[in-house]
């Protein structure tokens, strides 16, 4: 199989209107990928490039999903929890290459993934988007990440996506353990959830002394805390021990997004999901309690977007998918773009990102950056359809284009 990480490719795409990531306006110009990197335009080009013909078209940067699950085979949480990792593995081979031929040229996993699972993919031995991850997420006794019913008898510690860890020095461990094993970033539950059997859905979960102790270590390794988190209470004492990615947050309220802005934090909401377990959770075997947290935060996750965007808040991009529901990942684009436009949309989904990531090679397109690039049949300012279309793009990635096979899971 040929690698995407090791060997980068050439190529130069023609006669497209470039998207860099951020700028409102289309620029007409030929792109030229070196050895898996936007080349500079007074870069010497080899006379032997390949090329691709985008007459018509519109070149963006890959998206960008950061809030995705590889290993999320369920919307069952302990049945994630108590699978074979090896079956888990093999089942994100599948996740993620399907994230990829829609699009999805990188990916934050936010509740799984290790060292293990990268190296695979940047050996080339599973075809996948740019893989960032945080471990397994971190949950208090009896909070988001406890997957076991209050009549249950079952001693759950922890498996590949969630592990429960009490007191300041316990996750001080948890935290460095994560790093020593190349997380790029620390999630922690800080509220209730929808697929958690025991928890209220708006209460903080952690302490701030044991908030602020996970973010202290994630700094001083350069890195920084995703918190989960719904309600203003959980969001605001997020806040006070130094969360910088506020995940979810649909109950948000104007003093919290204002704190938001004042802090740096940004938002990753997740519309996608909510949407499509409304739909499909009763069918899929979700609880009534369950169900009825997901309707709780159904429709407030718009409110929440134009509440973020007017104080400030940088908002990116998740799709939270777990299960089948994964083959609604397109749906996100649709549902964001309802409520932002188009342009923000892709903004969320490109630049915005990539910066949450604290990556300048990804998500624009700039000299410099990897070659990961999407090419449209038309013009998705003109035709949003297009962001989420069965059709897909032709979908480059670090300078190869990306073989248009079928892959499982690709409705929209």
Same mark, same amino acid.
């Given at each position: 199989m040929t690698s995407y990480r090791t060997r980068g490719g050439s190529l130069r795409i023609r006669n497209g209107l470039l998207f860099d990531g951020s700028s409102e306006s289309l620029v007409a110009r030929d792109l030229v990928i070196i050895d898996g990197a936007i080349a500079a335009s007074d870069e010497r080009v080899p006379a032997d490039i390949a090329e691709l013909d985008a007459r018509g078209g519109v070149v963006t940067p890959g998206f960008i999903d950061a809030h995705l699950h590889a290993y999320a085979v369920s919307l069952d949480l302990l049945s994630n929890e108590t699978r074979l990792l090896s079956y888990l593995a093999l089942s994100a081979r599948k996740r993620l290459g399907a994230a990829l031929h829609r699009g999805f040229t990188s990916v934050r996993d936010v509740a799984g993934g290790d060292a293990g699972l990268h190296t695979a993919i940047e050996e080339g031995l599973l075809t996948a988007?740019?893989?960032?991850? !945080?471990?397994?997420? +971190?949950?208090? !006794?009896?909070?988001?990440?406890d997957p076991t019913a209050p009549d249950d008898t079952l001693c759950f510690h922890g498996g590949?996506?969630?592990?429960?860890?009490?007191?300041? /020095?316990?996750?001080? !461990?948890?935290?460095?353990?994560?790093?020593?094993?190349?997380?790029?970033?620390?999630k922690i539950m800080a509220s209730g959830g929808v697929t958690s059997p025991s928890d209220p859905l708006t209460i903080a979960q952690y302490?701030?002394? /044991?908030?602020?102790?996970?973010?202290?270590?994630?700094r001083r390794r350069g890195s920084y805390v995703a918190a989960h988190a719904y309600s203003p209470e959980a969001i605001l004492h997020a806040l006070r021990g130094g969360v910088r990615s506020i995940e979810h947050?649909?109950? +948000?309220?104007?003093e919290a997004a204002r704190a938001m802005a004042e802090a740096g934090a940004y938002l990753v909401p997740t519309l996608a999901t909510y949407d499509a377990m409304s739909r499909h959770g009763r069918a899929l075997g979700m609880t009534a309690v369950g169900l009825a947290?997901?309707? /709780?935060?159904?429709?407030?996750? !718009?409110?929440?977007?134009?509440?973020?965007?007017?104080?400030?808040?940088?908002?990116?991009?998740?799709?939270?998918?777990?299960?089948?529901l994964e083959s609604e990942q397109l749906q996100g684009l649709r549902l964001q773009s309802d409520v932002t436009g188009v342009l923000e949309t892709l903004r969320s989904v490109t630049s915005v990102n990539a910066a949450l990531l604290q990556n300048d090679r990804i998500g624009r397109i700039a000299p410099g950056a990897f070659g990961d690039v999407l090419i449209f049949d038309g013009d998705p300012f003109e035709t949003p359809s297009l962001l989420w279309s069965e059709r897909r793009p032709r979908i480059v990635l670090d300078g190869v284009l990306v073989p248009a096979v079928?892959?499982?899971?690709?409705?929209?």
């Open positions: 988007p740019r893989y960032f991850y !945080t471990g397994a997420a +971190l949950s208090q !006794t009896g909070g988001h990440g590949p996506g969630l592990e429960i860890v009490d007191g300041p /020095e316990a996750l001080r !461990t948890a935290v460095r353990t994560r790093f020593h094993g190349g997380a790029h970033a620390i302490s701030l002394d /044991e908030i602020r102790v996970v973010s202290e270590e994630a947050g649909n109950l +948000l309220d104007e947290k997901n309707a /709780e935060v159904l429709h407030s996750g !718009t409110v929440a977007i134009e509440r973020a965007r007017a104080a400030g808040v940088p908002v990116g991009f998740g799709s939270d998918l777990m299960g089948s079928p892959a499982p899971g690709m409705r929209g």
